[in-house]
Nanobody
Framework: QVQLVESGGGLVQAGGSLRLSCAAS????????MGWFRQAPGKEREFVAA?????YYTDSVKGRFTISKDNAKNTVYLRMNSLKPEDTAVYYC??????????????????WGQGTQVTVSS
């Protein structure tokens, strides 16, 4: 049974930092494309970052967010710096087979976590 469990969300002031974690069980993350998505209130879920051999980011987080992984811990991270109120959302971890240039497409991900809330106050 595959489980992705996110943690590390919370309330932070604008300009602050958070590190989200996604602990995987039932799969080995080195064999999967790992992604982070987010959904703000009233909006559709959107791609944030993905990691295969290298990291990929949506334009709005480039230079501020960093996706990484610890294969020994089977855990993926999303380091978020210089947070803005518009980063407020529920953040989801996802895993799927390698999808080439479709890493931003949530349909290519098979497994999802339950989400963790990130709230950035102004």
């Amino acid at each position: 049974q595959v489980q992705l469990v996110e943690s590390g969300g919370g309330l932070v002031q604008a300009g602050g930092s958070l590190r989200l974690s996604c602990a995987a069980s039932g799969l080995t993350i080195v064999m999967y494309n790992m992604g982070w998505f987010r959904q703000a209130p009233g909006k559709e879920r959107e791609f944030v970052a993905a990691l295969w051999w290298s990291g990929y980011y949506t334009d709005s987080v480039k230079g501020r967010f960093t996706i990484s992984k610890d294969n020994a811990k089977n855990t993926v991270y999303l380091r978020m710096n210089s947070l803005k109120p518009e980063d407020t959302a529920v953040y989801y971890c996802a895993a799927g087979p390698y999808s080439g240039t479709s890493y931003y497409n949530e349909a290519t991900y098979t497994y999802w976590g339950q989400g963790t809330q990130v709230t950035v106050s102004s």
